[in-house]
């Protein structure tokens, strides 16, 4: 079927460290990728997306590859901040639908 | 940001009792989703509209009904609220996937239901 999943949280990492947050999908047609970020108490927002293979998503530091051989589309980011701190969703849309299927999210704690 | 407005933010009930929630949009997009967000499970889909009175089920609708009769507003009513649907409902919204393929969220309702 269609689906997403990503490492479970919390993910707690100290200020300046490197980040990896793994997603992985099925390959179920050619869908695009999405990360979305929630901050507390707010609603998601989206951090960056890949339509096709081997493109490259990239927002505030972040980036994620779109790997056709391994179905992944890991989220990393060289130096994380406080600021950064909050539940990171991967999601997929398949080509021809309007429907997204989101992760089951992971959380980030950045500690200064 | 887009402009999504979702009412109330927080709603207590009592099982039994029907809930109606709102999410109105000034954006003029076609499609409206409504997801739960329940801890270990993400952001799960109930239904979606493609149009005015076109909806369309998502993976968790059992107990959920939907109407959109204008563009902007689209309403996620719950006939008759169990203790299993106390969660933080989202709406989101969408253009034409050839304009973008983002979606954008509302802050979101808080329903408990005792």
């Known amino acids: 079927g269609n689906s997403v999943t990503q490492m479970e949280g919390p993910v707690t990492l100290s200020e300046e460290a490197f980040l990896t947050i793994n997603c992985t999908y099925t390959?179920?047609?050619?869908?695009?990728l999405f990360w979305y970020v929630q901050y507390p108490g707010e609603g998601l927002q989206l951090l960056l997306k890949a339509t096709k293979a081997d493109d490259k998503g990239s927002n505030k530091g972040f980036e994620a590859t779109y790997r056709k051989e391994t179905t992944s589309f890991h989220l990393e980011k060289g130096s994380v901040q406080v600021s950064d701190s909050a539940v990171y969703f991967c999601a997929r849309r398949n080509s021809g639908t309007y429907k997204y299927i989101f992760g089951t999210g992971t959380r980030l704690k950045v500690l200064a | 940001d887009a402009g999504i407005t979702q009412s109330p933010r927080h709603k207590v009930t009592e099982t039994g009792t029907p809930v109606t929630l709102r999410c109105h949009q000034t954006e003029n997009h076609r499609y409206m989703y409504w997801y739960r967000q329940d801890p270990g499970h993400g952001l799960r889909l109930i239904h979606y509209s493609y149009g005015v009175k076109d909806t369309d089920k998502g993976e968790v609708s059992d107990g959920y009904s939907v109407s959109r009769s204008k563009t902007e507003d689209f309403l996620l009513t719950l006939e008759s609220a169990t203790s299993s649907q106390t969660s933080v409902y989202f709406c989101?919204?969408?253009?034409?996937?050839?304009?973008?393929?983002?979606?954008?969220f509302g802050p979101g309702t808080r329903l408990t239901v005792l």
């Open positions: 390959a179920t047609g050619y869908p695009s």
């Open positions: 989101a919204i969408s253009p034409e996937v050839v304009m973008t393929d983002t979606q954008y």
